[in-house]
């Protein structure tokens, strides 16, 4: 095995470093104060070619490897969690993956290089106040009409609802015996009978936007409709194993920043008159940290490898997913939470990161399918 990065992977990592040192790092706190959705960030991350990532060349995307793209991630996500979670987590990658591997050739024509181009933000909706985890409970219907479908339903806490030019929308279409058949649409904003609902109030990831969507008789050509009636199911499962290794790179990206600023803040502290880092309590704490954090990153870098192989070739991965989407935010969690007692009282304040860090780091234990949700998925691949 060889676990070395090649030269474009390294200039990959480093530009999107600088990136985030520059372009971000500056205005998170900002952001985060006060809850702005940060579209001039987005703009620039469209202009360097770090947006819209899971797109492959041909459809106007940068083409590049998903680990390059979970590298590039992780480092946004030092920058900003919450902004990173608004370009790739939901915005164009989570969102484009049911088009992407389950849309016919005409449909990624007509959709994929318009979004590429102008950095169009699409949402993934499929979430209900009904159907967190339990998919098969989703109640929004498509009813035929035609050649159209006729949608009806609310979805809620979708990323980017607010702002997104495309929805990518689950909704049963149900035949004439009443059987529900889970199916995926790709809807334009500027059909009628969108309307955009209320917008969460969040503990972290403040700056990225998270609301309701309702469709009120949404009528959608059948053209729309991503592979067959029924696939619905089949094709959120297998985008969400391949968003999964995202989650865990944007959980990389926050525990690094968190630990980083632990380190620095250990060195400076003063107490009994010698920096805190010179006592064994806190130095076991960095240290335990530092290796959970390396071993998260070997997970999430080696789901991120076989993403690509599941593409390209269809060999199941859903298990090393859930692995990286797993341990990757239960250490992001554990990380910001030790960092923030490092801190002692000054980690609590909002003078400092790491309170940011621990807000953010929570959510990455829940979406995407919580970690109850990944250790059943493990747990049934270890009984199989
Ligand atoms: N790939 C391909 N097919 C799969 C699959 C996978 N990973 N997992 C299951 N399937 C198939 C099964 O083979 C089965 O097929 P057959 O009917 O042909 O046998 C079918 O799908 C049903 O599978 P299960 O019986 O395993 O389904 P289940 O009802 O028991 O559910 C579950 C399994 C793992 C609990 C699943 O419901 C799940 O993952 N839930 C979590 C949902 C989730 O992640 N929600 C997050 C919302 S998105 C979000 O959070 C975005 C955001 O905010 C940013």
């Not at 309590?281 to 599941?310: H, N």
């Amino acid at each position: 095995m060889i676990f070395e990065l090649n030269e474009e992977q390294i200039a990959i990592q480093k530009m999107a470093r600088d990136f985030a040192e520059k372009e971000i790092m500056p205005y998170a706190r900002d952001l985060d104060e006060k809850e702005e959705f940060p579209w001039e960030i987005l703009r620039k991350l469209h202009s360097v070619g770090l947006h819209d990532l899971a797109v492959p060349e041909e459809y106007g995307g940068p083409g590049i490897d998903s680990l390059s793209y979970s590298l590039i991630i992780e480092q946004i996500a030092r920058g900003c969690a919450g902004v990173t979670v608004t370009s790739s987590a939901n915005g164009n990658s989570l969102a484009l993956y049911p088009l992407l591997i389950g849309g016919n050739e005409e449909q990624k024509q007509r959709f994929l290089p318009t979004i590429c181009e102008k950095g169009d933000l699409v949402s993934f909706s499929l979430t209900e106040p009904n159907a967190g985890s339990d998919i098969s409970s989703i109640a929004t219907t498509a009813r035929k009409d035609g050649n159209d479908y006729i949608i009806n339903g609310t979805k809620c806490f979708i990323t980017n609802a607010s702002y997104s030019k495309y929805h990518t929308v689950f909704a049963n279409v149900i035949d004439g015996s009443g059987t529900k058949k889970l199916s995926v649409f790709m809807l334009e904003d500027s059909m009628p009978g969108i309307i955009k609902g209320k917008k969460e109030k969040k503990l972290g990831l403040r700056c990225s936007d998270t609301a309701e969507l309702i469709f009120e008789d949404v009528r959608v050509p059948k053209d729309n409709l991503i592979g067959k009636e029924g696939d619905g199911f089949k094709l959120a499962m297998k985008t969400l194993d391949m968003a999964r290794p995202s989650v865990g790179a944007i959980s990389l990206g926050i525990a690094q920043a968190a630990f980083e600023a632990a380190v620095e803040y250990s060195k400076g502290r003063i107490q009994f008159g010698k920096p805190i880092s010179h006592n064994q309590g806190i130095q076991f704490m960095l240290a335990d940290m530092a290796t959970k954090i390396e071993a998260a990153r070997l997970l999430v870098y080696q789901a991120s490898w076989l993403k690509d192989k599941f593409y390209k070739e269809g060999v199941p991965f859903t298990e090393k997913a859930a692995f990286a989407k797993v341990y990757a935010s239960d250490v992001a969690m554990q990380v910001t939470t030790d960092a923030v007692q490092i801190f002692g009282g000054y980690g609590y304040s909002r003078e400092y990161m790491v309170e940011k860090y621990m807000r953010d780091a929570k959510i990455m234990q829940i979406f995407e399918g919580t970690n109850q949700i990944q250790r059943i998925v493990i747990a049934r691949q270890v009984l199989a």
